[in-house]
Each structure stands twice: as C-alpha cells, then as structure tokens.
C-alpha cells in the first residue's frame, strides 16, 4: 500500500451518516506505510478483538483472488454501462448488423445459461445482459424482448424447480438470485408475446419461399426483417430456431412442474421439438459464420456465439458487488459447442423423466431411479425427477409412504387404517416382543389385534433393514463412480461390500420367507420346507456379487501380505481412519475394522486358489441366463460378471504359479468390464 502523496493538500472525506459528526477523522496512510516497510511475510497487525474466527472470515484486500473491487474492468452500474453504449437499442442503425448483432445476442445468453445450469451463480452468467437488468428499453425492439422475456420466465422456473427438489448442495450458489430481476408483471404473457414474433418471422419466411418460386426481387405486403434480400429466408430460419427452442423448452419446464404427472407426455413432444430446434441452430452457424467480420471471429473452444463474433449488451463484472462477500468465482462460460452438446443431454436426461410409467411400486421406482443415475444428470434433471417423485410427501402426489410400502410387504387391508398409522404402538409393540423374547426366551399371548401389529412390525423392521442394506451398497459402488478410491483401498472397500452385500441377502432371504408363509397352514410347513429353500434369481445375482468382492479383498489382501504392494501410505491417516469413513452409518452393527484386519491378516494366495471364489460364479450363472431369458440388461450384467471373474480367476492362476513373491510381479487393477469391480492384470518386468 503506498501513501497518499497529496494527504496534506486535500481535506479528508466527510464522514458518513452514520459516523457522529463531532467525530476527528485522521489520514492514517503514513502509519500504513511505515508498517507495510517493518511487516515480514505471514506478519499481521490486529486489533485486541481479533479472533481465529476473525481470522477465518476476513478478506484480504489487494487481493485479486479475494478482493473483487481491486480492479474497476467494468462498470459500476447499469446507468453507466448505458451512457457509455454498452448495450445500444436498436443494436445497430444497420437493419442487417442489427440482426446479426440479436442472433449473437441470443446464442451468448444461451451459452450463459448452459453455464449457470452447471453450477455457476445467475449474477456472473445470464444476468450479466444488460438487456435482461433494464427489459423495459427492449420493448421497441419486438424480437429481442420477447427472446429476454421468456428467458427470464425459464430462468425463475427453473430455479423454483431446485429449490423444490434440494437436490443442490447447501454451498450451491445456483438457486441464489441476489436481488436480481427475476419476475416482472408481464412474465406471464411471454408465450403470447413470443407467438406474435414467431408467427411474424414465419410468414416472412414463407413469403421468401413463395417469392423464390415466383423469382419476384421484393416483398410484397410485408416488411423485410433486414436490407439484403438475398439473405432474408437465411437470417427468418436462423431466428426461427432460436425463438422456437425457447419456446418448446418453456413449455418442458412448465409441463414438467404439473402435478401427479400429468404433463409428463406433452412434456416428451416439446422434447423431441427442442431437440429439432437445437439441430437448426447447429446448422445455422455456417451461415452465420459466413456474415460476420472474419477479423472478429473467436476459436470454437472459447466464442460463445454461432458466429464467432463477441456480443454486445454484456459486461461480466456488473454484478460483482451484488455477490455475497467471499471470493468471486472465476467464471469461465462454455463455448457455444458445449451448450448445444449440454442442452442435447439434459433434454435426453428429461426425455428419460418424462418416460417414466409412474408406476406406484417401490421396487420399479428404485429401478428407475438407479436406471437414470447411470446417464450422470447433471442438476436440473435431477430436480425435476425428485420433485416427480415426492410431492407434498406423497409417492407421484398421489400415494402416502405406507401405502406404498404396505404393498411392498403385501400387508393387510388394516394398515390403510388412518388411526393405525399413527398409533405408535405398531412400533413400541414390535419392540417390545423383540426384548422380551431376547429376555425370557417365550411368546406372550396377545389379542388378534396386538397380533396383527406384531407381524407388521417385524416385516417393517426387515423390510426396513433390507433397504438400509441396499442404500449402504449403493453408496459403495458409487465411490467407483465417483474415483473416489485409491487402490490402496479397494481391498477394504470390496470386503465392506461383500459384508453388506451378505447382510442384504439375509434380510431379503427372511422378507421372501415370510411373503411365501403367509397364509399356509401349519400343516403345510413341513412340506413346503424343502421350497423355502430356494431363493429367486434375485438372491443368486447377488450372491454372485458376494463372490466377486470376497475374492477381489482376499485376493488383494493376500497381494499386500505376499508382495507388500497394494499398501494404504500413512502419511496423514491410518488405514483405520479410513475405514471409519465407510462405516460412518455403523452398518453392520458389530463390524469393526479388527474384524477386516483378522480376516485379512491371513489370506494369502495358496488358500484363495484352494477356493477359487471367481470360479464359483461359473457355477451360478447358467441358471441366471435362464431366469433372465427376457430381459437384455440382466443378461448384459450377467455377462459383465462373467467376464471380470474370468480374467480374474485367470490372473489368481498366474499369480499363484509365479509366485505373489517375485519381484518381477506387477500387478495391476483395471475397470475394463464393469464399473464398479475391477479386473487383475498381470505383468512381469
């Protein structure tokens, strides 16, 4: 900081408002300049009053990264950027220039939005359109107000959607508006407004066709959009699309958000047309690119218009000072490539939503939940399928919880019972017989109805606990997903897996037990014993999981006990403390990490290839082609399952006759058949 060289020429700044006017206002620069000389790097001067807490929370100003006022690259207020004719309407006194100018206007605010929707605050990306902070100076120019309007109106939909659904984390600056202008009194008209100006380039577009097949040089009746015939049907297509799009993905927006699901099939057709839309505009830039200065032109991977050319009416730095005091985020707007290749996957992402058969029953639900989750949907899809599924805490809007879950288990009509539902001893009386068959050992003799909440109690409590177990696999393997596991730790993270997975396929052996002994008679029980016995194919797919990850943990286990590789490093956390980390929901109960330690403490490769855990699946899978005839995805995983414990009972072989020992060994992991399992790949050096 350097000191004022005119302090004793010029009287101090009066003092605001709000300091007491009796208040002595003294020029503190020399004493800042003779401590910035004596301070060393890392040095800070504070006051009494400054905490750690202060410390934390301050901002270091004359910093670029921390401080956003340092540098004045824009302006500081709308009014400004005006008078200085930043944002001109019209946008040019050319009526071509003038086009060219809106269509590049339109594509960079398309690429802002592509932008905003992958994280981005609304301040640094759309808003930063002068002509969406002052709409009312569009209002002269037809097309470029109906484009902002229904923009606008999209824009406030959308983030209704995620702050609905909070399916956006709480640190997400996306659904946070800074006071910006978000709605106005005639959003509401935008559609109608946006159909006139449609409906006027249509009809310019079709009198350029009718005037090419009479070979007429004019118009006759109608007012050219621009002054260059030759170029009039390029520029009305170029328009159409765009206006077009905004309209149909308008509509998505607003059909998505009916309730119960009702605009789920309206929904699908403005999809597929956004989709046509957004095809037209891709084909549009060769000519757009053709028009524009080619001395202005921007490369592919950085200009965010059709054109190449940047727009005018932006200025990224205007609503700086609306953000909250913290760092401003470097922003860094995706191309107009990418926004067209990211809108082409959320209208995919929202075609699968709108396909949904809003089936009530749960185990479809979850399916289709984990269907979708493999396309990765960004946030918006997200939303809109949370905010499908759960509205006003029922199931579509339609269905309560237990309802749903009454026809998971197949309970009785009693549970529909409002007033059973809300009894608290269906719970408190479940628990009850727990504790004391544990204690005594005995049954109690109950009334019929006491009976009946026995039994729903304990099918709530393994339906419950088979879920919980379902959850806690899924939150595994998303760790694959994700790259969140180092190798070092795929051994403990498979013998985590096969643990709940064995966990799982208990719960869900008791649950089908007791849906196939409801209702048989006593004397039935002996003769349908041997029955019980066989599980669904269900059952079998998992038990084919079991086997992988227990032999891909042992496997590993016996590579870090025989070769010393596959080591956690313990520079900053022991391997216990990343083991707590999966075990932050304590499930299992009584799984600790000494018990991973004792099993894996004495695996070693001789013992696994005694009992080829991969070998086994070979066992299993015949049946399963059969039980899965019919359905293609299954028989897919089935294959990818083939395939990893294949090569991996292949490498254990290799392993086994070189010796994990042998220093000339590498051994490696690779996800080449299936995402979450891994495949041993042998090399020697």
Known sequence: MEASSSSTSSPPPPPPPSIPASS???????LLDAACRDLQDGELIHGENFSLFGAMSALEIMDPKMDCGIEKSGYYSID????DGIAPVPLSLDRTLDIQRTLDVMDHLFSCEATWHKGHTLAQTVFTCIYLMRMERTSSHAILNSFCRILRATCYAVVSVVSTARTHEEEDLFTMSFGLPLRDEGDEKCLSILNSVEETIARQLRACKAQALSRKKTLEGLESLQDNPDLEEDYCRALLCRLRFRKHFYHVVTCLRKPHGRGLELARKHVASCLTELSLMLNSRDFLRSQSNNTQQQGDEICTTASGVRPVGFDASLNSRLLSPAPPRAVKLLSWS??????????????????????????????????????????????????????????????LSCDVISRALSLPDIIGDKEFQMNEFVVQLGQLEFALKREFGETRNVLPHENMCMRVSKQLLVWTQEHTYWVAYRFLILGFELDLYSPSEYCMVYWYMYVVLMKLIEQMQLRILATRRKGKKKKDHSKDSSRDTAFPSSCLLLQCYVLLSEGLSMMLAALRNESNSFQLPSIFNSEQEHFDLLQKARLPEHITYYSFRESASHASIADLTKYNFFKEIHKITPSLRGSFASE????AEIRQIEQVAEHNRIALNIISQVGAGDPSLRVSFEFTHHPHFAVAVVKRS
């Not at 400004?80 to 008078?83: K, L, N, P």
Request: aromatic share 10%; with cysteine; proline share 8%.
């Open 24 to 30: 002595a206002w003294a020029d503190a620069s020399p």
């Open 80 to 83: 400004e950027a005006i008078e």
């Open 338 to 399: 990418d926004a067209i290749r990211y809108f082409e996957k959320l209208l995919r992402d929202l075609d699968i939503i709108c396909s949904s058969p809003l089936d009530p029953v749960l185990e479809n639900v979850l399916h289709f939940v984990v269907q979708f989750q493999k396309s990765v949907p960004d946030l918006v899809p997200r939303a809109f399928l949370q905010t499908l599924l759960v509205q006003d805490g029922k199931l579509y809007g339609r269905d």
């Open 632 to 635: 293609p995805e299954k028989l």
